[in-house]
């Protein structure tokens, strides 16, 4: 890492000159060349101040950063409480951020480390995030563990059983029934959905079951994707009979359409969603839904980033304990019957 004698070197002044424009100091006297020179030179070599650095070079933050796609989604408040649970029984805080910055050139994440704010990062990127965002932040090689993603030749991951969870939700159509079975995906690029097609696979070819390709949509996760995805399934002939749908925010965004359109749920389309929230239990009819184990992902993320910046061990994890279980509630019923 750049320090206050390379960023002096590359402006041409004295490391002092640097230190108090890097720092604000009252008592900065240098013209405004003078300072537009050293801001260049700092960034040109990514010098980061390391404030915990400056009271004590062993000194911990013992703060840990948790950074999720959206802090307003239901779906992440149990990973927050575990999280927080676990700091807090380790000594340290969580910060929460958005991962919204997580893309080439982005600063904000990239500061909170570099400069020594956080010791060391849960993060959970969004599918709008491109691989290049990610690579660039993990190549600094700090505590970072990722968290339901992840990034070729990097060891740190918490991931939920994805698998798992839509192999019971696509299970329990099967049982009851149900054999044009479609799959509201999310986006083709996304580590989540790629894993949860393999469950849906799985359950359906267990089963002796084939469906057409275009019993799949890969649009994405967010309530409109869901509408897009419910419109491209039931415009096929055959009409599927059920729909499991990949994430929670899509299915409430499907079940809304269904109502629209005048399709009847569950008496002439079953929906299933993988992940469980208070949003599932409260659409109407009350979707049922494949509880994945968030509140564990959170714990486990944490504990992971402690350890590795206390030991610098690093693992990749699955939960499976608890496993994914599955609540029945009122979207889901035997397929209907025609003469």
Request: no cysteine; charged share 25%.
């Amino acid at each position: 890492m750049a320090t206050l004698g390379d960023v002096a070197a590359r402006a041409g002044v004295s490391i002092s000159a640097v230190s108090r424009v890097l720092s604000d100091a009252p008592d900065s006297r240098v013209s405004a060349a003078t300072r537009q020179r050293i801001v260049d030179a700092a960034r040109e070599l990514q010098y980061r101040p390391n404030f915990a650095g400056r009271a004590l070079k062993s000194a911990r933050t013992q703060v840990v950063g948790l950074v999720v796609p959206d802090i307003t989604n239901a779906l992440f408040t149990e990973l927050m409480h575990g999280a927080e649970d676990e700091a807090t029984e380790r000594g340290y805080t969580v910060l929460l951020g958005r991962s919204d910055d997580v893309r080439p050139g982005g600063e904000v994440i990239a500061r909170l480390i570099g400069e020594g704010r956080v010791d060391g990062m849960a993060l959970q990127v969004g599918d709008a995030v491109l691989p290049a965002g990610l690579q660039d932040l993990l190549t600094t090689h700090a505590p970072i563990v990722l968290v339901n993603s992840s990034s070729p030749g990097y060891v740190g991951s918490v991931t939920l059983d994805d698998h798992h969870g839509a192999l019971i939700a696509t299970q329990h159509l099967l049982e009851l029934g149900h054999e044009r079975i479609a799959f509201a995906n999310g986006l083709p690029r996304s580590f989540t959905a790629k894993r949860r097609r393999t469950g849906y696979k799985l359950a359906l070819t267990t089963a002796g079951v084939r469906v057409p390709k275009e019993y799949e949509t890969r649009v994405g996760y967010t309530v409109d994707n869901g509408r897009t995805a419910l419109h491209r399934l039931m415009a096929l002939e055959p009409r599927p009979t059920a729909i499991v749908v990949a994430n929670v925010n899509a299915a409430v965004g499907l079940l809304a359409e269904a109502r629209k359109a005048g399709i009847r749920v569950p008496e002439d389309l079953s929906v299933v969603t993988v992940h469980d929230s208070w949003t599932a239990e409260n659409t109407w009819p009350p979707l049922t839904a494949v509880k994945m184990q968030f509140y564990t992902v959170g714990r486990t993320a944490v504990r992971s980033v402690i350890r590795r910046i206390e030991t610098g061990e690093t693992s990749d994890e699955v939960v499976t304990d608890p496993p994914p279980e599955l609540v029945v509630r009122e979207s889901t019923a035997p397929p209907r019957r025609t003469s």
